[in-house]
């Protein structure tokens, strides 16, 4: 599986931007999946996660009513919707498959990673 992530950028806060996930090599409907951020000089941490089918998703408390992750099994493809951005949002953002069907918060979970891109929020 190979996943392309794309979108990221340099916004101001308080401004919007949507990040794209692209999958080949696999599908995708079977697998519930995630995305993880990791700011300089702090370890990789969960942002938010979606089941297989979409019915479930959970986030980290840092981006709850700002975030909204997505998918779209057709296309084999995923979102990370992100409003009102922060500062303290800027990281570089991986888009991830995880081994099961079910949502996760552990980094352990997943076993297909992308490639990253960067998030930049200005004050």
């Known amino acids: 599986v190979q996943l392309q992530a794309s979108g990221g950028g340099l916004v101001q806060a308080g401004g919007s931007l949507r990040l794209s996930c692209a999958a080949s090599g696999r599908t995708l409907i079977s697998y519930a999946s995630g995305w993880f951020r990791q700011a300089p000089g702090k370890e990789r941490e969960f942002v938010a996660s979606?089941?297989?089918?979409?019915?479930?998703?959970v986030y980290t408390d840092s981006v709850k009513g700002r975030f909204t992750i997505s998918r779209d099994n057709a296309k084999n493809t995923m979102y990370l919707q992100m409003n009102s951005l922060k500062p303290e949002d800027t990281a570089v953002y991986y888009c991830a498959v995880a081994k099961g069907r079910l949502i996760a918060r552990e980094s352990q979970s997943y076993n297909y990673w992308g490639q990253g891109t960067q998030v930049t929020v200005s004050s």
């Open positions: 979606i089941s297989w089918s979409g019915g479930s998703t």
